[in-house]
T-cell receptor, first 110, second 112 residues
Framework: SQTIHQWPATLVQPVGSPLSLECTVEGTSNPNLYWYRQAAGRGLQLLFYSVGIGQISSEVPQNLSASRPQDRQFILSSKKLLLSDSGFYLC?????????FGPGTRLTVT | GQQVMQIPQYQHVQEGEDFTTYCNSSTTLSNIQWYKQRPGGHPVFLIQLVKSGEVKKQKRLTFQFGEAKKNSSLHITATQTTDVGTYFCAGRLDSGNTPLVFGKGTRLSVIA
């Protein structure tokens, strides 16, 4: 069966520090991968999605970037975090139509 | 761009009452999906509707897709405390790889 891993589960970072969040999927090949951000009590904002290795589409211009170095690995990065980057970051994968979300990373930028 | 509007934003009900959340798209959708996110958790896929006028049931949950494929609803009969969470609809313009467009969700609170 397929599983999706995200780490870390929680993170507290100072403003201006770098960020690297990792997501890996097991049990499937060539999945579509997604990064979402959810502000407290709010909806899901799609940040990036990827249909294959090295193929990244950005939905919202901001100080974040994404990379897909391997088929089942998706990384979200930032060189300098802003206060507004705080939120719940969710990775998701899909093969056909439904999306499966990871457990998420709660990021607090102080 | 495509928007998916969802109402209400919040709903508080007494246990045993019914609950409905509505989803409307500015454009015709290829399909619509519903997800549930429990407090502190991540969204979990519930169902997908594809056909015009489609109705699907999962126990006390009834999902409908409008005839014009621009609106959808989720109805819960006789809510229970286990129904607490945020319900999201998500639509897709085509049947390909384009990303889902999520509504902002309806947060349901159930008072025992």
């Amino acid at each position: 069966s397929q599983t999706i891993h995200q780490w870390p589960a929680t993170l507290v970072q100072p403003v201006g520090s770098p960020l690297s969040l990792e997501c890996t999927v097991e049990g499937t090949s060539n999945p579509n991968l997604y990064w979402y951000r959810q502000a407290a009590g709010r909806g899901l904002q799609l940040l990036f999605y990827s249909v294959g290795i090295g193929q990244i589409s950005s939905e919202v211009p901001q100080n974040l970037s994404a990379s897909r170095p391997q088929d089942r690995q998706f990384i979200l990065s930032s060189k300098k975090l802003l206060l507004s980057d705080s939120g719940f970051y969710l990775c998701a994968w899909s093969e056909r139509y439904e999306q499966y979300f990871g457990p998420g990373t709660r990021l607090t930028v102080t | 761009g495509q928007q998916v509007m969802q109402i209400p934003q919040y709903q508080h009900v007494q246990e045993g009452e019914d609950f409905t959340t509505y989803c409307n798209s500015s454009t015709t959708l290829s399909n619509i999906q519903w997800y549930k996110q429990r407090p502190g958790g991540h969204p979990v896929f519930l169902i997908q509707l594809v056909k015009s006028g489609e109705v699907k049931k999962q126990k006390r949950l009834t999902f409908q897709f409008g005839e014009a494929k621009k609106n959808s609803s989720l109805h819960i009969t006789a809510t229970q405390t286990t129904d607490v969470g945020t319900y999201f609809c998500a639509g897709r313009l085509d049947s390909g790889n384009t990303p889902l467009v999520f509504g902002k969700g309806t947060r349901l609170s159930v008072i025992a």
